[in-house]
């Protein structure tokens, strides 16, 4: 685990980034260790409570559709205090399987709101590759 915080300035950015399996476990412990980093740093309960819901959706999507055999996934979050803005990164190794939502919410399916979610609670979302076969998934939000 790893976490940073410049010693320079109260209002710096933090960082935390864990490389977690591809599980149900991983996923879990993902949005774990997400919530405990959100209530060491403080983040407003508003804020917090919409970065572990993306936090949940992602490290999920990473696990389900982005598992590779003995590839983990990567869960960077984060926080800037002076603007209460958070960011969620989670870097999986299927860049071939790039995340859209459907228009719509299947109604008789179990899965397939995720993505929904993340768009509803993050103020931005998207990908961008990560080489050199590989995706993040990234979501921000803030007050």
């Known amino acids: 685990m790893n976490v940073t ?3 320079s300035a109260a209002a710096a950015v933090r960082t935390f980034v864990q ?3 591809s599980t149900r476990r991983g996923a879990r412990l993902a949005r774990l260790l997400a919530a405990a980093q959100f ?3 403080q983040v407003s309960p508003s804020v917090a409570e919409r970065g572990e819901q993306i936090v949940a959706e992602l490290a999920a999507n990473a696990a389900l559709h982005g598992h590779v055999q003995g590839r983990d996934f990567r869960l960077t979050l984060r926080f800037d205090p002076a603007a209460g803005r958070l960011w ?6 299927r860049g071939d399987r790039l995340p859209a939502p459907s228009p719509v919410a299947p109604t008789d399916s179990e899965s ?3 993505l929904l979610l993340v768009t509803a ?4 979302w998207g990908t961008r590759p990560y080489p050199p ?3 993040t998934v990234w979501a921000e ?3």
Do not use: F, H, I, N
């Not at 969620?88 to 190794?93: I, P």
């Open 141 to 143: 939000c803030g007050p």
């Open 5 to 7: 915080t410049s010693a």
């Open 19 to 21: 490389q977690l399996s």
């Open 133 to 135: 076969s590989g995706k």
């Open 121 to 124: 609670l993050a103020d931005r």
């Open 39 to 41: 209530q060491a740093w």
């Open 88 to 93: 969620v990164e989670v870097t999986d190794a």
């Open 112 to 114: 397939g709101r995720g």
